[in-house]
């Protein structure tokens, strides 16, 4: 919706966004519900003091007194027996006359993913509710279970397992991934380490409470056999389908997780469906050097989408991922909403991964965008290759979350003008950029601020502590962080910004260096020896 105008009232209808009482006989008690349904969702207004025609148009109510609603508002938000956060400003209640009449607007914002869910009274699991066209609705277990845990500053895959050991990943998976990763780093340092040292590095193992390494969430997604991975997701299921029919169970390929004649996990899933999924595309003859470039920017949206399909999923939620191949396009549907607003996820440059180690492992390998610009390019590319936009949705049918995401070809076969033209962009390399502007030309050192900087923090600290009583060097970290730093820096003036903080983190007491490498502190704020 956008911004709500008062002076038009007479032209509004109530809808997931906006909610009219008439508040005739003081305080209505069932504000707190829309309070709620708007603040877990996508926000809205409620307006006390407004009735609603039998043709469903909105008129002011007559002899309401605003200011004593306005008043009972704020004595109750601010009481947390009546409400679990007050997530409103002064600025966002006001009174406004309507053709002399008083009306009290009350503008919910969608509430931050770590105050989620807002609920009524002091249960949550009774008190939760999210807002469907224009009615509340009262959020199943499942609903509110997921907002809890999407609540928590650590992704979910960073829990470490410590019922579990090294025996639950697959081999071959393991070794798959490392000729990704030697591929993409020829002469990484990682590459000389055995398997066991190379999967606490990437983050798919750390130290436990006891003392001794363990998979983490992440891990076991990755690189687990399906039976292991189950014991700690009863619910995880991974599911591709191609040109399935409607009305009908049949499909020409399939590809599900539990068939039992492969692993089973995301990794191998993620190649094999992806492998499946860009056969048939048009590719344009280009070269670069005197090689042909076969990784079309159709290509690499797909890779992109079933990254973003994995990372942003919750394994813990019901019915798992599936994802659909047909002759309309393609379509990638996951467990769990989108943990920012729609519109902020596909104008891009906000990342708010659920699984963010998983993400890593996948950039490691140059699958997957790091700065929150992977729907915005989806959405780029897809409109000037196939003409159409790309369709997002979040669904909560059944108290079941789901994320959707559409790519439908509208019946348009591939614009090859159109990814000639994108090929311009994939083929200049980063010497190619640097001539372009000149050292002089170049801007200062890109600041970083707020949560951008935090979140290189977050990750730093991740991989210190991967690191574990071995620690690590700042040049790794520079590698590690290296997708997530700033494009337009030079090499130089990146390595001064991980410097600087690696010194904040020192300062604040969450890692220490010694002999020029860098340990991450326990709890108590002794170093790892």
């Given at each position: 919706?956008d ?6 009232l ?28 708007f ?7 409620i307006l ?12 002011p ?7 004593k609603?306005r008043?009972?508002?704020w ?9 679990s956060?007050?997530?409103?400003t002064?600025?966002m ?7 002399g ?6 503008n ?9 869910p807002v ?9 939760t509710?999210r807002?469907?066209?224009e009615g509340?609705?009262?959020c199943s ?7 809890f ?12 397992l410590e019922n ?6 697959c ?5 798959g ?13 990682w590459?000389?380490e ?8 990437v ?6 409470a ?17 039976y ?33 004649d ?5 990794f ?12 048939g ?6 070269l670069k050097?005197?090689q ?5 920017p ?19 939620g019901?019915q ?5 191949k047909?002759?309309?396009g393609?379509k ?17 440059g906000?990342?708010?991964?659920r ?17 929150g610009?992977g ?14 936009p ?14 959707i995401l ?9 614009d ?21 502007k000149?050292?002089?030309?170049r ?6 601020k707020g949560r ?21 060097r ?12 700033p ?16 010194v ?7 890692i220490?260096?010694k ?15």
């Amino acid at each position: 919706m956008d911004t709500f105008d008062i002076k038009t009232l007479d032209t509004y209808r109530e809808n997931s966004r906006l909610e009219a009482k008439s508040a005739k006989g003081g305080f209505p008690n069932s504000l707190w519900e829309t309070y709620s349904a708007f603040a877990n969702t996508n926000g809205g207004v409620i307006l006390l003091g407004v009735k609603e025609n039998n043709d469903g148009s909105l008129k002011p109510e007559s002899g309401v007194d605003a200011e004593k609603l306005r008043k009972d508002f704020w004595n109750m938000v601010n009481n947390r027996q009546k409400v679990s956060a007050n997530i409103v400003t002064d600025r966002m209640v006001t009174v406004e006359n309507v053709n002399g009449n008083e009306v009290l607007v009350i503008n919910v914002p969608r509430a931050e993913r770590s105050a989620r869910p807002v609920y009524v009274g002091l249960d949550p699991k009774s008190g939760t509710y999210r807002r469907n066209h224009e009615g509340d609705y009262h959020c199943s277990i499942d609903e509110v279970s997921l907002m809890f845990r999407d609540a928590s500053a650590v992704t979910q895959d960073a829990k470490v397992l410590e019922n579990m050991d090294s025996s639950v990943f697959c081999k071959d998976t393991v070794k798959g991934y490392r000729n990704f990763f030697r591929s993409c780093h020829t002469n990484h340092l990682w590459n000389n380490e055995d398997d066991e040292l190379f999967l606490r590095k990437v983050g798919a193992m750390t130290i436990g409470a006891d003392g001794l390494y363990h998979p983490t969430a992440a891990g076991l997604l990755m690189f687990g056999y399906e039976y292991e991975i189950t014991r700690e997701f009863p619910n995880y299921f991974l599911d591709y389908q191609e040109n399935r029919m409607l009305g009908a169970t049949r499909w020409t390929d399939r590809i599900v997780s539990t068939s039992g004649d492969w692993s089973g996990n995301v990794f191998d899933f993620v190649i094999e469906a992806l492998n499946r999924m860009q056969q048939g595309l048009k590719v344009p003859f280009v070269l670069k050097g005197n090689q042909r470039v076969d990784d079309t920017p159709i290509h690499k949206l797909l890779r992109e989408a079933i990254t973003n399909t994995v990372v942003h999923a919750d394994f813990y939620g019901r019915q798992g991922i599936v994802i659909q191949k047909s002759e309309e396009g393609y379509k990638f549907s996951n467990p769990g909403c989108v943990r920012i607003s729609i519109s902020e996820a596909i104008t891009g440059g906000i990342s708010d991964p659920r699984n963010g180690i998983m993400l890593k492992m996948f950039s490691l390998i140059d699958f997957g965008e790091r700065a929150g610009s992977g729907l915005c390019g989806i959405s780029t590319v897809w409109n000037k290759v196939y003409h159409t936009p790309i369709m997002i949705e979040d669904t909560h049918n059944n108290g079941v979350d789901r994320t959707i995401l559409t790519l439908s070809t509208g019946g348009n076969e591939q614009d090859v003008k159109a990814m000639l033209d994108l090929y311009e962009g994939m083929l200049e390399t980063s010497d190619q950029k640097t001539d372009q502007k000149t050292e002089e030309n170049r801007p200062e050192n890109i600041k970083v601020k707020g949560r951008e900087r935090n979140r290189l923090k977050e990750l730093a600290l991740q991989f210190v502590r991967n690191a574990g009583e071995e620690g690590t060097r700042r040049e790794l970290i520079i590698e590690y962080l290296k997708d997530t730093l700033p494009t337009r820096n030079t090499k130089e003036q990146n390595q001064r910004l991980v410097g600087n903080i690696l010194v904040e983190m020192s300062n604040e007491g969450s890692i220490t260096q010694k002999d020029r490498i860098w340990f991450a502190t326990t709890n108590k704020g002794k170093v790892h020896d």
